[in-house]
């Protein structure tokens, strides 16, 4: 099998990791990666988001399977080009790929399958949104309807802040059309764990679970970032807790996208919130998320790339996943200002040391090589996974092979996976 896998970042990079192992791969690139992903697989210069460039590359090279990380190229209709041109893809068309790129899309698909999720409005008028605001009062949860790179969501602990927050969205349009439009919910209360599936169109199979970690400061503090390290499984979510999700929120969204006639092939990340009244969506995501990945995919035992084929041929009615058991969890590294604005083209060294801590792994995001020597590229830089017998051990081999890393310009987060080992 000739596969091509799509993006730059730690998700690609684990991607790539968890691929080069299936005894079906032939060969393997990755567009555009960065020094991580060249280490298992050969580097393509054509940005994620470049569609007729990743069309004619599939095509020019007789690829087998393209696996898009980030969900730009999807929303931006990669898969729908791929199949134009009897390619396969893991990942939605662009109709069906609205359910992270459109937020009143996904909530409409919410409610026509009867899917729980938060009580929400939309609106194209800031009049109105103030108006509904003052009259539910907070908290509330204000949300730009497109795509704003995870800047979107304002949850508002005040109507002053609900009000801030419609006025930069919709008048300031401090993330463009993307604010043309606001969903303004309900805000739920619970703890919030990411849950995955593999959906093939017709059925979807348990991609595993993790808890993200968005806050940029210890405790869960600060601004909201990409997320600084996950953890899996999550012991807050029970099995029973994860077969509901299943049935209540993954199934009904998928049968609710076949009736649509926009059937939804690949990755279905469903955001949950585990509220007093069961799990609830707070949003559906249409790929894997970063850093779950880095701490899901070294968990997997079976082939991931059988898996992905099954999916973009409609064969997982019978396919189950095989999983290692104990736990793994990534933690972040990120130059030292993010999410705010950071320092470009600091070395990084301890890399192998890291790698060679029992029981982690090393993916790199935001790298970049210049001279010979490993530099930061970017907010988030290096994801460093452990996995173990239970979390415990997962975490000690997270942070030993974290405190190998030599970079001084860079910080990562102590705590991650503080509440799951707390109810560990
Ligand atoms: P999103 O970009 O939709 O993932 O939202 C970012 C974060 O905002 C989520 O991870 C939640 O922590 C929070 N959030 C979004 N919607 C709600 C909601 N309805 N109630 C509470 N928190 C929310
Ligand atoms: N870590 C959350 C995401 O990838 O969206």
Same mark, same amino acid.
């Given at each position: 099998?000739?596969?091509?896998?799509?993006?730059?970042?730690?998700?690609?990079?684990?991607?790539?990791?968890?691929?080069?192992?299936?005894?079906?791969?032939?060969?393997?690139?990755?567009?555009?990666?960065?020094?991580?992903?060249?280490?298992?697989?050969?580097?393509? +210069?054509? =940005? *994620? /988001?470049?569609? $007729?460039?990743?069309?004619?590359? !599939?095509? &020019?090279? #007789? @690829?087998?399977?393209?696996?898009?990380?980030?969900?730009?190229?999807?929303?931006?209709?990669?898969?729908? +080009?791929? =199949? *134009? /041109?009897?390619? $396969?893809?893991?990942?939605?068309? !662009?109709? &069906?790929? #609205? @359910?992270?790129?459109?937020?009143?899309?996904?909530?409409?698909?919410?409610?026509?399958?009867?899917?729980?999720?938060?009580?929400?409005?939309?609106?194209?008028?800031?009049?109105?949104?103030?108006?509904?605001? #003052?009259?539910?009062?907070?908290?509330?949860?204000?949300?730009?309807?497109?795509?704003?790179?995870?800047?979107?969501?304002?949850?508002?602990?005040?109507?002053?802040?609900?009000?801030?927050?419609?006025?930069?969205?919709?008048?300031?349009?401090?993330?463009?059309?993307?604010?043309?439009?606001?969903?303004?919910?309900?805000?739920?209360?619970?703890?919030?764990?990411?849950?995955?599936?593999?959906?093939?169109?017709?059925?979807?199979?348990?991609?595993?679970?993790?808890?993200?970690?968005?806050?940029?400061?210890?405790?869960?503090?600060?601004?909201?970032?990409?997320?600084?390290?996950?953890?899996?499984?999550?012991?807050?979510?029970?099995?029973?807790?994860?077969?509901?999700?299943?049935?209540?929120?993954?199934?009904?969204?998928?049968?609710?996208?076949?009736?649509?006639?926009?059937?939804?092939?690949?990755?279905?990340?469903?955001?949950?919130?585990?509220?007093?009244?069961?799990?609830?969506?707070?949003?559906?995501?249409?790929?894997?998320?970063?850093?779950?990945?880095?701490?899901?995919?070294?968990?997997?035992?079976?082939?991931?790339?059988?898996?992905?084929?099954?999916?973009?041929?409609?064969?997982?009615?019978?396919?189950?996943?095989?999983?290692?058991?104990?736990?793994?969890?990534?933690?972040?590294?990120?130059?030292?200002?993010?999410?705010?604005?950071?320092?470009?083209?600091?070395?990084?060294?301890?890399?192998?040391?890291?790698?060679?801590?029992?029981?982690?792994?090393?993916?790199?995001?935001?790298?970049?090589?210049?001279?010979?020597?490993?530099?930061?590229?970017?907010?988030?830089?290096?994801?460093?996974?452990?996995?173990?017998?239970?979390?415990?051990?997962?975490?000690?081999?997270?942070?030993?092979?974290?405190?190998?890393?030599?970079?001084?310009?860079?910080?990562?987060?102590?705590?991650?996976?503080?509440?799951?080992?707390?109810?560990?």
């Amino acid at each position: 099998m000739r596969v091509l896998v799509v993006g730059a970042g730690g998700r690609e990079h684990a991607l790539c990791w968890a691929l080069a192992a299936s005894p079906l791969l032939t060969k393997l690139w990755c567009a555009p990666g960065n020094p991580g992903t060249a280490q298992v697989a050969e580097n393509v +210069a054509i =940005g *994620a /988001a470049d569609v $007729a460039a990743l069309v004619a590359f !599939a095509t &020019a090279q #007789r @690829l087998d399977l393209v696996v898009p990380g980030p969900e730009a190229p999807l929303v931006a209709g990669l898969a729908d +080009a791929l =199949g *134009a /041109a009897g390619i $396969a893809c893991c990942g939605p068309s !662009a109709a &069906a790929a #609205r @359910l992270e790129g459109s937020k009143s899309f996904c909530k409409e698909v919410c409610d026509a399958a009867g899917i729980p999720t938060a009580r929400w409005e939309r609106f194209t008028d800031a009049d109105a949104a103030r108006a509904f605001v #003052r009259r539910r009062g907070a908290p509330i949860v204000v949300k730009a309807d497109g795509l704003a790179a995870g800047k979107g969501v304002v949850v508002a602990a005040s109507v002053a802040e609900a009000e801030a927050a419609i006025a930069d969205f919709m008048q300031a349009r401090t993330l463009g059309e993307a604010g043309a439009s606001l969903v303004i919910e309900e805000c739920l209360i619970g703890d919030e764990v990411s849950l995955f599936a593999l959906c093939d169109g017709t059925h979807a199979i348990p991609l595993g679970a993790a808890q993200d970690h968005k806050r940029v400061g210890e405790g869960d503090t600060g601004p909201n970032t990409g997320g600084m390290g996950a953890c899996a499984p999550p012991p807050v979510l029970t099995p029973a807790l994860a077969a509901a999700a299943m049935q209540r929120i993954i199934r009904p969204a998928l049968a609710e996208l076949a009736r649509q006639g926009t059937p939804f092939r690949g990755i279905l990340f469903a955001g949950l919130m585990l509220t007093a009244d069961g799990p609830k969506l707070i949003e559906f995501n249409v790929r894997l998320g970063d850093p779950e990945a880095q701490c899901l995919l070294p968990l997997l035992q079976s082939d991931l790339l059988a898996a992905l084929l099954a999916a973009c041929d409609g064969e997982l009615g019978d396919f189950a996943l095989r999983w290692r058991p104990g736990a793994a969890l990534a933690v972040v590294m990120a130059a030292r200002g993010y999410p705010g604005a950071y320092l470009h083209g600091t070395p990084i060294g301890g890399l192998d040391r890291a790698a060679a801590v029992p029981g982690a792994l090393v993916f790199q995001s935001g790298t970049d090589m210049r001279d010979g020597q490993l530099v930061a590229a970017g907010g988030r830089v290096l994801t460093l996974c452990g996995s173990g017998v239970d979390l415990a051990a997962a975490h000690a081999a997270a942070y030993r092979a974290a405190a190998a890393i030599a970079w001084p310009e860079g910080f990562y987060r102590r705590d991650i996976g503080w509440r799951a080992l707390a109810a560990e």
